[in-house]
């Protein structure tokens, strides 16, 4: 069955980078798009990247565009979201997300068949 497991994260002052990682395993994912969400304390889940698997495709929230790059290292059957400049309204917890879609993406959690457990994000000011 799919699994999909977050890794990478963690404590970072406020300017500081993180890279967190999803190990995608269970099927081959050729025709997926990878998401990427955060969630806060008492909010909704919110998009934050997504990439095509077969194409490298990719889209950002507006509040990460030129702080966070998403990608896909097939060898490895990882996802990576690369966090630079953080700023401590980036701290939650951030979800990887699978949407079995050959051609078009989405940014609502609820089109995503398949999410990790989460991991820890905190930027500290």
């Known amino acids: 069955q799919v699994q999909l497991v977050e890794s990478g994260g963690g404590l970072v002052q406020a300017g500081g980078s993180l890279r967190l990682s999803c190990a995608a395993s269970?099927?081959?994912?050729?025709?997926?798009?990878m998401g990427w969400f955060l969630q806060a304390p008492g909010k909704e889940r919110e998009f934050v990247a997504q990439?095509?698997?077969?194409?490298?495709?990719?889209y950002f929230a507006d509040s990460v565009k030129g702080r966070f790059t998403i990608s896909i290292d097939n060898a490895k059957n990882t996802v990576y979201l690369q966090m630079n400049s953080l700023k401590p309204e980036d701290t939650a917890v951030y979800y990887c997300?699978?949407?079995?879609?050959?051609?078009?993406?989405?940014?609502?959690?609820?089109?995503?068949?398949?999410w990790g457990q989460g991991t820890q994000v905190t930027v500290s000011s």
């Open positions: 997300a699978a949407l079995p879609s050959p051609l078009y993406g989405s940014t609502w959690a609820g089109s995503y068949a398949h």
């Open positions: 269970g099927r081959t994912f050729s025709s997926y798009y």
């Open positions: 990439i095509r698997w077969n194409g490298g495709r990719t």
